[in-house]
Every structure is written in C-alpha cells, then in structure tokens.
C-alpha cells in the first residue's frame, strides 16, 4: 500500500511493513536528509512524508512553520479503514477519521506550549526524592557541585515542602508555583532564634495532628541540620 511508504523519490520509497514481501531485499526504516538551508529538506521531504500519516511523528520546528501548515491535517486524522482496506463510514455516510494527538513544547515562547507537572506523577515516597534529586541537579548551574552538606539539606528541606504538597495539599495546588510560594515565605531573622515563619507554622500543625507524617519528618531533620549551621 503506496500510503504505508516513507516517500524518498517520486519513483522509490521505503516500506513501513515489518514483513515485507522481499525479506532478503529489506532495509531498516532510518532516513538521513543532507541539504543546506533552502534546499527542500522540509518542502519536499519532510511535509510529503507527514502528508502519509502512517507513524506517530517527533518534529522539530525551529521556524513554528510546520504546525502551521500541517497541523489541521493532522488534527483531522486519515480516514479509518475496514478489514476490507476501505474507509469506514458513519451513520450519514461521512468518512470516520482517526485524528492525531498533538503535543506541542515550545521552550521560547511558553503561552504557546503545552505543560507539564510532575507533581501529577508523584505515588509515593520514593517518586518524591526521585523529583527532588532531579531538581537538585538541574539547578546547580555550571560548575562542580557545592558542599555535599548543603546539598543535603537541600534534598531535605525540598522533600519536606513536597511531601507536604503531595500528601496534604487540594490537587489544584500540587505544583512548582505551591512550592516557591512555601520557600518565599521561609523568612529567617537571625536576631531572634525562637522567631516562626508560617512554613514552620504550618509544620508544626502537620506535627501535632500527625507526628510521623513524611514530610514532617524531613523538616525535622532540615531543621536540626539549620540549627548546627548557626551554633557553629
């Protein structure tokens, strides 16, 4: 079927079948297009080939061009096919389209992409320190890291703040912006020792109604490593 082909010329093109009929003839499903810029790498390789609408794609856009021009079609899909290999059709006698999913990230102009929460995928104790860890090291800069101390404290006190989102929080508010709100609202005055942010606050009720709750057992251990500090 010409439609399950990865298009190379107007004469040869690649099947997408896994068992072509020619097995000693077959070759791997992998293109590499060389050309310079306005060649037609996109106009007359890349835009033919998402024309077929065979595969699940990953496409880059540098110019945001691309969505624009291919995007309704793929939002309106192929048409469904039969057993037969002929389009199905509805009630009305329309053709049924299966439409593509599209997902777009767009690292320069965040309004115009899609987001992501990784707060939505935390289950359990192990998921947060596996966030946290990767926050941590995503956020360090260039450079070698800092002091193994405060990289430990920051591992507690960011398990902490997100234990206590993830465990106490209304799903609305089990995100990044929840989380620089507790850390903005983290003041410390070094005159006065005894002084209580409403972090420590809000602990401290988590503490009273549930002594072994995850989260609080982190603020616990971020805070005696905080109060070693300021002895010293």
Not at 16 to 27: E, H, I, L, Q
Not at 52 to 79: A, F, N, W
Not at 223 to 231: N, P
Request: aromatic fraction near 10%.
């Amino acid at each position: 079927m010409f439609q399950n082909n990865v298009i190379l010329t107007k004469t040869e093109s690649l099947t997408m079948n896994s068992r072509p009929k020619d097995p000693k003839t077959a070759r791997n499903k992998n293109v590499l297009v060389i050309g310079g810029s306005g060649s037609g790498k996109t106009r007359f390789w890349l835009k033919p080939n998402l024309m077929q609408m065979h595969s699940s794609y990953v496409v880059t856009d540098p110019k945001g061009t691309i969505l624009v021009e291919c995007g309704k079609m793929l939002q309106r899909g192929t048409p469904k096919l039969g057993k037969d290999g002929k389009p199905m059709k509805d009630k009305h006698g329309k053709d049924i389209y299966e439409p593509y999913r599209i997902k777009v990230l767009n690292t320069i102009n965040f309004k115009k992409s899609m987001h992501y929460n990784p707060f939505a995928y935390i289950h359990s104790e192990k998921d947060i320190l596996k966030l946290v860890t990767t926050l941590i090291a995503n956020t360090k800069g260039e450079g070698k890291a800092g002091d193994d101390f405060w990289v430990k404290a920051e591992t507690l006190l960011y398990c902490a703040l997100i234990g206590y989102i993830h465990y106490e929080a209304p799903v609305e508010e089990q995100n990044f912006s929840t989380l620089i709100e507790f850390i903005n609202a983290m003041e410390v005055r070094e005159d006065d020792e005894e002084f209580k942010n409403p972090v420590d606050l809000m602990f401290d009720a988590l503490e009273a109604e549930k002594p072994n709750h995850f989260a609080v057992r982190q603020y616990k251990k971020y805070k005696l490593a905080a109060g070693d500090v300021c002895s010293k």
